[in-house]
């Protein structure tokens, strides 16, 4: 006899197939194998109560603070615990429950009901512009084919093009200016008819550029505003592009002079619900969530995104990371731009295990290698 500890990670169903598991068993082991953990801020101390009570009647708990049982303070945080199956009971049970228990348990629904992720997509980054803060992303109109042609032969999903820098500090430009640097590019892939070959976004927020585009091939809007102007959110619509809602804070100038949140998630959470009711009442069918690394973000808050991630898979779409060479990492290890690839590489593996599926990155064939052996290891048994 011999006994393993098994990673968190592993496909649950494929070790259940493995061990030729009974059919209508499968499912009910399967939901036993996924740990849940859930943050909960300012419950009710009743609720508290009683929730603690209904979850250690089916085996999970609540982690709650000393007092809690005696009612010391009217609102308190705490941490429930437990498997994907004591979760849906729960979820079923507090629906009947006072002090705003019948919130909690929608919210657990939501989660439960989250699709799992899809297969990650390589969105690969070129810049028609001169102010990119990584030089090897830029390129003029005469080198774009080729670069191009090497992004796609490396494995990109995904190739975005971007004509203005939105980098910390940059400054805007006129649309016009906009739609005069990225012409010559959008009208050498619309030429070339390379959107046969690999889907094109287009990163911007001007309706004048973004028309252009996608009258040319162009399928995906990434949006640094998160569709603030209607305009692009009628062209989305219009053209049914796949629209990219990305959160900043403040604006593209200021964005990280001295940024502060009083509830990241929550704050982030509810720009998310309004501006995806607002692509909806548009007819925009396809939204993903980008929550925006680096754009109004302190070092603490570009982590915490990155390790909790999963908790915005509840709204049940895709999620977009980009934080390719950025300065976070060099805040972590001073670094160049140039020098930033490692550490690039080891925040979007992360982003990926806790639910990103589109990788936005300069470096393709980089992020493929490591993809591939990244998710080889997690398919092993």
């Given amino acids: 006899m011999y006994i393993r500890e098994l990673s968190t990670q592993i496909d649950t169903k494929a070790w259940l197939d493995r061990l030729d598991i009974e059919g209508s068993g499968r499912k009910i ?47 308190v945080d705490c941490i429930l615990m437990g498997t994907r199956k004591h979760m849906q009971i729960l979820s079923k049970k507090e629906l009947a429950q006072p002090f705003g228990l019948k919130r909690i348990a929608q919210e657990l629904q939501k989660f439960l009901s989250a699709p799992k992720s899809k297969p990650y997509q390589i969105m690969g980054v070129l810049n028609a512009n001169e102010d990119s803060f990584f030089e ?33 500090g940059s400054e805007s430009v006129s649309e016009e200016e906009e739609l005069r640097r990225i012409r010559p590019v959008v009208d050498a892939i619309y030429q070339q008819r390379l959107y046969e070959k690999v889907r094109f976004s287009l990163d911007s927020y001007s309706p004048l550029a973004l028309s252009y585009a996608l009258e040319r091939g162009f399928h995906i809007i990434n949006d640094i505003t998160g569709l603030q102007n209607d305009a692009v959110c009628q062209l989305a619509a219009q053209y049914e592009a796949k629209a990219v809602i990305m959160h900043m804070q403040g604006e ?93 590489l080891a925040i ?12 936005r990155c300069h470096d393709v064939k980089e992020h493929l290698q490591a993809f591939k052996v990244h998710q080889a290891i997690l398919d092993t048994h």
């Fill in 29 to 75: 082991l399967d939901e036993k194998m996924h740990l849940h953990l859930f943050y909960i801020q300012e419950l009710h101390v009743g609720a508290a109560n009683i929730l603690k009570q209904d979850a250690l009647s089916i085996g999970a708990d609540l982690a709650v603070p000393k007092g809690t049982v005696l009612c010391d303070s009217p609102f």
């Fill in 136 to 168: 090897m992303s830029r390129f003029q109109a005469h080198e774009a084919i080729e670069k191009m042609e090497t992004m796609i032969e490396q494995g990109a999903d995904i190739i975005d093009i971007g004509g203005v820098s939105s980098r910390p």
């Fill in 348 to 359: 979007h593996l992360k982003a990926y295990d806790n639910g990103a599926t589109i990788i």
């Fill in 252 to 344: 593209q100038k200021s964005m990280q002079d001295n940024p502060r949140y009083e509830n990241l998630f929550e704050q982030l959470e509810a720009f998310f619900e309004e501006r995806m009711e607002k692509a909806q009442k548009f007819g925009i069918k396809e939204i993903v969530l980008d929550v925006g690394i680096g754009f109004g973000k302190r070092l603490e808050d570009n982590l915490s995104l990155i390790q909790h991630l999963h908790h915005f898979k509840k709204f049940s779409t895709e999620l977009l990371v980009g934080a390719s060479r950025k300065s976070m990492i060099s805040a972590i290890y001073d670094s160049t731009p140039e020098e930033r690839l490692p550490g690039t």
